[in-house]
C-alpha cells in the first residue's frame, strides 16, 4: 500500500518562502514520477509541478514558474516543493500525488493514483 504524507505549510507573509515536503512509502516508488497540486477555496483543484522518476525532468505551471522549484531525493522517498516570492493567490491546500507513468509531463489529476491529505499554505497580503 502506497502512503504519500505531506508537510511544511503554514502561514508566511507575501514575498516569503516555504519548503513543503512529501514523504511517500511503497514497493516501486523510485519507478513513480511526482507532482503537486493545490485547491484553493471555492476552486478546482490544479496542477503546480511535476518531476520524473529519475529526477531529471521537471514541469511547472505557468503561474508558478521561475518562483517554484521541484526536487526529489529517493534515497529518502521525499519531494520537495520550496516555494519563492510567494503571492497571496498561492493560498491553497497543496496536495503529493504518484504519477505511475514516470514520465513528470500529466497535467491532469486523472492520471495520478496515490494522494496525500495535503497541507495548507496561507499568504498574507
Known amino acids: 500500500q502506497v502512503q504519500v504524507v505531506e508537510s511544511g505549510g503554514g502561514l508566511v507573509q507575501a514575498g516569503g518562502s516555504l519548503r513543503l515536503s512529501c514523504a511517500a512509502s511503497g514497493p516501486t516508488l523510485t519507478h513513480y514520477a511526482m507532482g503537486w497540486f493545490r485547491q484553493a477555496p471555492g476552486k478546482e483543484r490544479e496542477f503546480v509541478a511535476a518531476?520524473?522518476?529519475?529526477?531529471?525532468?521537471?514541469y511547472y505551471a505557468d503561474s508558478v514558474k521561475g518562483r517554484f522549484t521541484i526536487s526529489r531525493d529517493n534515497a529518502k522517498n521525499t519531494v520537495y516543493l520550496q516555494m519563492n516570492s510567494l503571492k497571496p493567490q498561492d493560498t491553497a491546500v497543496y496536495y503529493c500525488a504518484t504519477d505511475p507513468t514516470g514520465w513528470g509531463r500529466a497535467t491532469k489529476a486523472r492520471f495520478y493514483d496515490y494522494w496525500g491529505q495535503g497541507t495548507l499554505v496561507t499568504v498574507s497580503s
Open positions: 518531476i520524473s522518476w529519475s529526477g531529471g525532468s521537471t
